[in-house]
């Protein structure tokens, strides 16, 4: 079992930075692929960037691509989000998520836990 609990969500302009964290607990927190998705109202959960177990592959929506950064520290079992150059389209629930995966994938059934997701809003 682990237990993922996110923070660093808030309200902030176009153009501005947030960085998300997520922190890990529970079974061992290096084995896991990490990944960061998001849901806005009304639409579908939809990945936004996934990092390996060792830190070296990341991926990336096209949609955040050059603009966010995941990445993870595995003595502290927590991943981050650095979200700059946000944009109104990027306001949504951002959670974490943990696979027991070989591979990264993109689709969340292949994620096991979950977090409780924080906000995140652009004003225009």
């Known amino acids: 079992q682990v237990q993922l609990v996110e923070s660093g969500g808030g309200l902030v302009q176009a153009g501005g930075s947030l960085r998300l964290s997520c922190a890990a607990s529970g079974r061992t927190f290096s084995s896991n692929v990490m990944g960061w998705f998001r849901q806005a109202p009304g639409k579908e959960r939809e990945f936004v960037a996934a990092i390996s177990w060792s830190g070296i592959t990341t991926t990336y929506a096209d949609s955040v691509k050059g603009r966010f950064t995941i990445s993870r520290d595995n003595a502290k079992n927590t991943v981050y989000l650095q979200m700059n150059s946000l944009k109104p389209e990027d306001t949504a629930v951002y959670y974490c998520?943990?696979?027991?995966?070989?591979?990264?994938?993109?689709?969340?059934?292949?994620?096991?836990?979950w977090g409780q997701g924080t906000q995140v809003t652009v004003s225009s």
């Open positions: 998520a943990a696979s027991y995966a070989r591979m990264i994938f993109t689709t969340p059934h292949k994620y096991e836990y």
